[in-house]
């Protein structure tokens, strides 16, 4: 499976939560596959989708997903850190590790070398790390959700992409309507 | 009151709930003022942009935040500032020291102390410089603008302001 098939398959899962996507490709097929105002696209900044994800959670009290890459994690390998000493358990990590930069043409990052970035989050003091293999990562995250314990899921997968349109959304309306995901009660 | 309990207590009195750190001499009588603060959520970054990250989250998630740093973060942050904080406006205090200025011992701040204010203006970041004591009775304007405008707002002070290092 490749990252898009992921994506497809925990889509469904996502739809009811908040979601901070990762920048480039992972953003642009979630755009692409299931739009939804609770999903905020980044567009720029490589590297924050955990540390915004983590500032969501840590906000308000509604479950907050970040869907990361490997290559966007080793860009800010110091957020883990501050996960692990920042509990929020309606924070759930997702790291979806292909072993490159898929959005740059696929070069292969340390992750699919020698580096374990789950070994990683539990050396930072994460307690909750589980890898999976990809076809299980729906699972995984749904019982993540369900045990509203904070969580890091390292989702291992095969490289490859697909091809996808490019986001044409405002930025500011994109934050705008996750804004007002946030603030909406359900009742 | 000290100026740093000053400070906090304008964070408080303008909502601010969320403060993300790097650590800082200079600021470390803020920072400890800001851990003792219980509505503060403080949350110390290892990096200014993983610490920006953290701010655009937790203003999406409905809380006021600020972010605490030295000038050299300046250099760091140039792209989460741009496509981050002003893509998608949002507000951003930055209590910034100003290293390398008067009465600086270190020879090497300096050599970033020239490139902040050119930066921050090139950035078009409305900015603020601290140097005389008394100058913090403008903070709370300050925070009320960034709170108005949806911009980073960068609060440099400097040594002659701390009385010193």
Redesign the interface.
Known sequence: MIRSEIIRDIAPILRDQLV?CNIGLPSQELHMIDDQAST?Y????M??S???????????QKTVISIDGDGSVLT?L??L??IAN?VADNFILLIIDNGSYGSTGDQPTYAGKKTSLTAVARACGCDNVIECHAKETGIVLQAAIDSKVMTVIVAKCESGNIKVPVITKD??V??DR??NE??RTDE | MSVSKKIVNDFVANGIGFVTTVPCKQLGGVIEAVEKEPSIYHIPSNKEDEGMGLCAGAFMGGKRPAIIMQNTAIGVTVNTLVTLTQFYRMPLPMLISYRGELKEPVACQVEMAVHTKALLNQLNIPTYHFHQPGDEQELDAILKYTFMCNKPVAILTDATFWGGY
């Open positions: 901070v905020f980044m567009l720029g900044t590297g924050l955990s540390s915004i994800g983590l500032g969501v959670a840590l906000a308000q800010n110091g957020t850190p501050t920042n930025p500011v994109i934050r996750f804004m946030v603030a």
